[in-house]
Nanobody, 122 residues
């Protein structure tokens, strides 16, 4: 199982970034997926999740209306479009395999990728 995130970087407040997560080693289309983030000195925070077809998505209150999760099962890729970024969005962002039972929670650490850094600063 391999999850490789990309697309992070430094952006000014109000800016946008699009994160990608390339999945391999498992049947991507059969798994619910999630984004998790971890800011320096803080515990992991569940950000968003999506079901296998992409027809059901959920978001943490802190990002709802600004972030959009999506997936392309033909490309084995998960996305997170982040708009109106705020300094408090600064964190390492991880994609993760999840499940219906864990849809609104942080999945186990061994199901995460290696992460991509997002820094929001002026």
């Amino acid at each position: 199982v391999q999850l490789v995130e990309s697309g992070g970087g430094m952006v000014q407040p109000g800016g946008s970034l699009r994160l990608s997560c390339a999945a391999s080693g498992f049947t991507f289309s059969s798994y619910y997926m999630a984004w998790v983030r971890q800011a320096p000195g803080k515990g992991p925070e569940w950000v968003s999740a999506i079901n296998t077809s992409g027809g059901n998505t959920e978001y943490a209150g802190s990002v709802k209306g600004r972030f959009t999760i999506s997936r392309d099962n033909a490309k084995n890729t998960l996305y997170l479009q982040m708009n109106s970024l705020k300094p408090e969005d600064t964190a390492l962002y991880y994609c993760a395999r999840t499940s219906p039972v864990l849809f609104y929670t942080v999945p186990p650490r061994d199901s995460w990728g290696q992460g991509t850094q997002v820094t929001v600063s002026s």
